[in-house]
């Protein structure tokens, strides 16, 4: 009796889950990080939206050729410059670590690069934004309203 209940859970929650999916935007799976000798999921940037951008997601404006080019231009620029970001990221969390694992953790050390790590990050974002008002000026006033009632939806 009571394997028949799990085996109804398990297929109950198995169908909830793909019906989800199907209605689900395709996400990439989260990288795993080490932090305090604990895995963690990371997202990315912006509670797990990521900070990529591309053309493909402007794909229900219907933008010219011209508006294409430029935005892919864009996004090209800032993937490029917050890929370089990430790596420092990458460099100041294997210092965290190390820190982590010392036999006396130093409190001010581990804070110190924290407080590196999140500037980092807090360049990333402000470049994504920036990036965004660039590619909303590539936009006419009519996408720029279809874009902000799609982002009010989305909410």
Not at 14 to 40: E, G, Q, T
Not at 93 to 116: F, H, T, V
């Amino acid at each position: 009796m009571i394997m028949k209940k799990i085996v109804v859970a398990l297929l109950f929650a198995l169908s909830a889950s793909l019906a989800y999916a199907a209605d689900a935007p395709a996400k990439k799976p989260a990288k795993r990080v080490v932090c305090d000798d604990r895995y963690h999921d990371y997202h990315g940037m912006m509670g797990g939206q990521g900070m990529m951008m591309g053309v493909g997601r402007y794909h229900m404006l219907n933008l010219s050729a011209d508006q294409r080019a430029r935005i892919s231009k864009l996004s090209d620029q800032l993937n490029h410059d917050n890929w370089a970001k990430q790596g420092m990221i990458n460099d100041e969390s294997a210092k965290l670590r190390d820190l982590y694992e010392a036999d006396k953790r130093d409190p001010a050390a581990i804070g110190e690069e924290y407080s590196k790590i999140f500037d980092l990050k807090r360049q990333m974002i402000e470049a994504y934004l920036a990036t965004e008002n660039q590619i909303e000026d590539v936009l006419t006033p009519e996408q720029r309203d279809q874009l902000k009632s799609m982002r009010n939806r989305q909410r």
